[in-house]
């Protein structure tokens, strides 16, 4: 024991507060989670701990310090069993890779789940992403650059000109290229750990969509055409087959971003919840669409607004992945405003009575 290297975690910070009567309150800083741990300490049991930096062993420290073995052990096993310190160790090449990553894990960790728990999940997954548009291409960038195992990515169109503003991995050599072979190509170049499914295929039902989401991890809707409202349902029906996890990303318009549901089957609220219940597009309730225009069916965006819409979906896609958190769009939708940097969230609830997840449908379910 005495030849161990401990160190305090990663992302975790301290700070130090001096007492009367020679006492310090030491607190340790969770940065991803911002959970604080704190306690009184001597001088002694300080300086020891100034001494946890993957340098000194134990042996080196009770000599230095002149403790005695037992009293410096018992300091140890209490700052271990509260997360604050780890034995040292050497980081895989893979680990180095995902260090950072690692250490944002490593605020969420529990005895029984590490923080190497949370990224092999990640590189267990299989995610299936519909559409590599404005959303979908910055999404993907994400997940890949998180290192998810394998990612299905559905879209039927070629690059255009127009694409090159508002989404990530083309270039203008791309032009003419089919969306999804792009994709694998640039994704590699970033992790060739991940291995990059590209479909070129126009889905326009769930039974087009059912071969490639029955064995996936999550489903990820990012595409508008013909209609955002279209492929969601083609999206929830196709998913609700298998029970598979869905995230149904909103879109955006102008400077307004649409934060979509995170939809887990039989547990949370779904699109149909959302639907029936009378809160889509309620002040348009009776309208019928008119597109005049181009830009009005194309609606305006920017890259700034494409990524950061996307980014808030692949945070949902990795707290589904993971569970170090519960997703924060569960039997919820929301509408972000870019100009005021002010989020508008909406609950929706789970309707008992929901043509896809209610109660009858579950029971039509069963008898067939």
């Known amino acids: 024991m005495k030849d161990k290297i401990f160190v305090v975690r990663d992302a975790v910070s301290l700070f130090l507060k001096k007492q009367a009567r020679s006492k310090y309150i030491l607190a340790f800083l969770f940065q991803s989670s911002r959970i604080l741990a704190s306690f009184e300490v001597s001088p002694l049991a300080l300086e020891c701990v100034k001494l946890l930096d993957g340098n ?12 005695t073995q037992k009293n410096l052990l018992r300091l140890i096993h209490y700052l271990e069993s509260e997360n604050l310190i780890e034995e040292r160790w050497e980081r895989t090449k893979e680990e180095l890779r995902y260090s950072r990553q690692l250490n944002f894990f490593a605020s969420f960790e529990e005895r029984e789940i590490k923080r190497e728990n949370f990224q092999k999940k990640i590189e267990d997954a299989r995610v299936v992403v519909l559409g590599a548009g404005g ?3 910055w999404l993907i960038e994400s997940l890949v650059r998180s290192g998810v195992g394998q990612i299905t990515v559905i879209d039927p169109d070629v690059i255009a000109l127009s694409n090159l503003s508002r989404q990530t991995f083309f270039t203008e050599k791309d032009i003419g290229k089919a969306k999804v072979e792009i994709v694998k ?8 750990m991940v291995k990059i499914k590209p479909v070129q295929r126009l889905i326009v039902s769930p039974r087009d969509l059912r071969p490639f989401v029955k064995n996936a991890t999550l489903v990820i809707n990012c595409s508008d055409y013909p209609d955002v409202s279209v ?3 083609i999206v929830s029906r196709a998913c609700f087959t298998y029970g598979i996890p869905h995230i149904l990303c909103g879109g955006y318009a102008g400077h ?6 995170t939809v887990i089957p039989h547990q949370s609220s779904c699109w ?8 889509y597009e309620r002040g348009l309730n009776g309208f019928t669409h008119m597109a005049i225009t181009r830009s009005s069916v194309e ?3 920017l890259a700034a607004i494409a990524s950061m819409t996307a980014n808030i979906h692949a945070l949902e896609a990795l707290k589904v992945i993971t569970g170090y958190a519960e997703p924060a769009m569960l039997n919820a939708k929301a509408e972000w405003d870019f100009l005021s940097l002010s989020l508008t969230k909406i609950t929706v609830s789970k309707n008992k009575y929901c043509s896809l997840c209610g109660e009858n449908a579950q029971k039509r379910r069963i008898r067939k």
Do not use: W
């Not at 000194?56 to 403790?67: D, E, F, P, T």
């Not at 307004?256 to 549901?261: A, E, Y």
């Not at 149909?272 to 809160?279: L, P, Q, S, W």
């Open 56 to 67: 000194h062993s134990l042996g080196q420290i009770a000599r230095m310090k002149k403790i």
């Open 299 to 301: 609606g305006g965006t």
């Open 256 to 261: 307004l971003s649409f934060v979509g549901q």
């Open 231 to 233: 492929t969601n349902d």
């Open 272 to 279: 149909r919840c959302y639907v029936e219940g009378g809160i």
């Open 185 to 192: 190509k640039h994704a590699a170049a970033i992790n060739s």
């Open 135 to 137: 959303i979908g291409t």
